[in-house]
């Protein structure tokens, strides 16, 4: 535990009766401590005043990077991520200080994890949108960088949603990954059709099922998977169209179209009138693909990185 200079507030680590506090100003942040278990107390901090406040919160969550750091399955150059969030409650007038307590307090949580695995390259990262530009100067004056751009692009569903049909011995169902087994079964397929080979972690798959208005579309050769689509809903209008994946093996088979229309349409047949969804600016191929099915610019964010 730490305090500020000026002794007001208490930078300490989050407790479960700290949520309903943080569900004031952040709620998507209470509901991943309570319910994601990939977030541990030990990488959460909450900033308190004397009166028991929460007027900020911190936390380090693992990317899906970080799964395989235990393991030797990947080559010396592999980076591994482990992303940091700081969010100030409006609601009180939160001097710069509280924010920089926060950070360093996070880096130094970093650090000490980071120092039990010396031989690994470990990356901190924030993601800003592009026109928070204080934030971005926040960030660089820490001595951060540009990683890359995140694309994220929407379709208009009050728009005709065309038809792009598979094969006969292909089927694509509304799967609802019901067990345990079918959820990793999913998680080894996303992994395999990931140059990277990583894949979400079975925690953040099921807190992602357990949310609001949650599908998948995917598509099986007899039994095996060879891609999928998630949706969730975003709010009354809009929904999410992510974690679009094929296998290699299925590529340029019209596979991936195929998938998201079917998603698209059903997003529509509920009353949705738009979908978003995320790509990596270098992406060229799925960018081409996702301006075909329909979609357009929205904004952009950026990944800003420090090495430690």
């Given at each position: 535990m730490s305090k500020t200079e000026n002794q007001k507030y208490t930078i300490r680590n989050y407790i479960d009766t700290d949520a309903d506090k943080i569900a004031e100003f952040d709620f998507l942040s209470m509901l991943a401590y309570r319910y994601n278990r990939d977030y541990e107390a030990s990488n959460i901090f909450c900033a308190v005043d004397a009166e028991?406040?929460?007027?900020?919160?911190?936390?380090?969550?693992?990317d899906q990077t970080w799964f395989f750091i235990d393991k030797s399955t990947k080559p010396s150059h592999f980076v591994y991520k482990l992303n940091l969030?700081?969010?100030?409650?409006?609601?009180f007038h939160c001097p710069l200080e509280i924010k920089n307590e926060l950070f360093s307090?996070?880096?130094?949580?970093?650090?000490?994890?980071?120092?039990?695995?010396?031989?690994?390259?470990?990356?901190?990262?924030?993601?800003?949108?592009?026109?928070?530009?204080?934030?971005?100067?926040?960030?660089?004056?820490?001595?951060?960088?540009?990683?890359?751009n995140h694309l994220i692009m929407k379709r208009d569903l009050t728009e005709e949603i065309p038809n792009f049909p598979i094969s006969d011995h292909m089927k694509i169902i509304n799967w609802k990954m019901d067990t345990e087994a079918e959820q990793e079964e999913y998680l080894r397929a996303e992994a395999k059709s990931d140059d990277n080979g990583v894949?979400?972690?079975?925690?953040?798959?099921?807190?992602?099922?357990?949310?609001?208005?949650?599908?998948?579309?995917?598509?099986?050769?007899?039994?095996?998977?060879?891609?999928?689509?998630?949706?969730?809903?975003?709010?009354?209008?809009?929904?999410?169209?992510?974690?679009?994946?094929?296998?290699?093996?299925?590529?340029r088979k019209g596979m991936a179209k195929a998938l998201i229309t079917e998603a698209l349409k059903f997003l529509k047949s509920?009353?949705?009138?738009?979908?978003?969804?995320?790509?990596?600016?270098?992406?060229?191929?799925?960018?081409?693909?996702?301006k075909e099915l329909g979609y357009k610019m929205l904004?952009?964010?950026?990944?800003?990185?420090?090495?430690?």
């Open positions: 028991e406040n929460i007027v900020g919160i911190g936390h380090l969550e693992p969030s700081i969010s100030l409650n409006e609601k307090t996070l880096l130094n949580r970093a650090n000490e994890i980071r120092n039990q695995y010396p031989d690994k390259n470990v990356t901190i990262s924030h993601t800003i949108p592009s026109d928070e530009i204080d934030e971005m100067d926040y960030f660089l004056a820490k001595g951060f960088y540009v990683i890359r894949s979400w972690s079975l925690n953040r798959l099921q807190w992602t099922k357990n949310g609001s208005e949650w599908d998948t579309f995917t598509a099986f050769a007899g039994d095996k998977i060879v891609g999928s689509v998630m949706t969730w809903g975003l709010d009354e209008e809009r929904s999410a169209t992510e974690n679009i994946f094929v296998l290699h093996e299925w590529r509920n009353g949705k009138t738009e979908a978003t969804l995320g790509v990596f600016g270098e992406n060229q191929k799925a960018i081409a693909l996702y904004f952009i964010n950026i990944e800003f990185g420090l090495d430690l």
